[in-house]
């Protein structure tokens, strides 16, 4: 609502409040509602003709005080809580993972806890989640290790279209082989999985 406003004052305040973003925490679980607040600042502020530095300067250290506090969450965190129930916590303190590769498995960890508890829209969400991020990873070993992984995952939560397509993905521009070699052997869990739930009857996964 303070972003329609261009109110950039009221919105920086909101974005910097310490003691509100505590409390945020304390009840979601995560700093990524927090975290969201401060891009909308930021840019409001540099569409502006003159920019006010000070604010800038607050957003800035702002946004790093939640980011050092959310630097050494472990990837498996999230499904923790969510195997206790906690879906939304877990879903919060995985989205506030800084980490793309880290974030990327977090998802991908409490997607499985999903649709293990018959939660299928949730685990195909997540799922979705974790491949842009996995997607998005620049370092083109970590993605291939990301995408390899969250191929797995899909493969054994029965998305095995998306497993399929995220094997083929794999993919290392600088160096071919290792990719190739990457694909292949997620090629090969993919396979394997999916003829371990196929029934026996069925076809070959990747006939």
Known sequence: MLTSTNDVTRLTDCATDTARHDWMLHHTGGDHLALTEIAPAQDLNLRKGDVDLEIALRLAFQRDQLT????????NMPSVWSLLGETTRAEALAHAIINQDELAAALSAVAQVAEAAGQHDRARRLLSEAEEQARAITNPYEQANALSALAQTAAET???????DLARAITDRRKGGSADHGRTAADRRVHRTGRARLPSQGTSLCG
């Open 68 to 75: 050092q506090r959310n630097v050494n969450i472990p990837a």
């Open 158 to 164: 029965g998305e095995f279209d998306r497993a399929k």
